[in-house]
């Protein structure tokens, strides 16, 4: 039977630690090779997983200096033997059955990555991210890149799947990036000849340590702009014509909403100013690609000014009077 690898990086989480690796160990798919990375965590993860390894033999522990969760992943998948990985985020865990779901899915359907959907665990609620149908989706890697961009079926999620090893042969994380596996996961997609998707809850997000950090927006955020771009340049170089308009928008909608987000959360580095500069830079270019009418719209203010686009979102009135004047000078030129 084949082997699935699964890459636990491991920091700050004493609290959670044998919540994930029980949920692991008690699979009802029973060959795997479990890799706890501990990334020079301060706190007792280290010992933890040094105990977990004492009680079961499909343990393996790597200790190393504290890198990131990219670089944690990346020396997991360096010394990974299994024929398919798995990646599971040490303060979540996994119903019983989801590798046994994952592997019989890629047997049946002859596919490189498997996937199922999550739930979310909140302090007050549990929300699932899907209707849970049961349903299965499958699809060549242009198809799930389409998903990708909808957030349909195929997501850029890391820990929601099984992979064939020889997806990452040429694929590794980000270090020292935000939204990492956005910069990756369109990688994999592309490297895979048939993927499937089950429409099934079996990874449990915790998201109770987070409720504070996601409540607020930092710098860093402005990876997601870097991964986007990267995909869309992918798209170019691989000459997938067919994602190349939808990625254009997308990549337009994350970026106009992360400047504003800057101006909210009072973020004004120099990081910022490059991305106005190098946004207004392409303007003349950006006009010409058949983007969202909103988009060229407020493209068209932030070359303007920054301050313009920002008056523009945040307040109805003075975006009608913009809209009205530009209607009055130029015509019907946006919506």
Known sequence: MAVISVIVPVYKVEKFLDRCINSIIQQTFTNLEIILVDDGSPDRSGEICDEWKMKDKRIRVIHKENGGLSDARNKGLDVATGDYVAFIDSDDWIDPDMFQLLYDATQKYQADIAECSWRCIYSDRIEEETDNTGEYIVGDNVFALHGEIQWKYFKPIACNKIYDKKIFENIRFPVGKLHEDEFTTHLAFYNARKLVYIDVSKYNYDRTREESITASFREKNLDVIDALQSRL???????????????????????????????????????????????????????????????????????????????????????????????????????
């Open 233 to 335: 340049d992918f798209f170019y170089e691989k000459g997938i014509v067919e994602l190349q308009t939808e990625m254009e928008n997308m990549y337009f909608c994350v970026l106009l909403d992360r400047l504003y987000k800057c101006y909210l959360y009072g973020i004004k580095t120099d990081r910022v100013r490059k991305i106005i500069y190098d946004t207004n830079e392409k303007y003349f270019l950006n006009m010409e690609l058949p983007l969202n009418p909103n988009y060229k719209y407020e493209l068209s203010m932030l070359k303007i000014s920054y301050n313009v686009f920002i008056l523009c979102r945040k307040y109805k009135w003075f975006n009608k009077l913009v809209r009205k004047m530009r209607f009055i000078m130029y015509g019907n030129v946006c919506n």
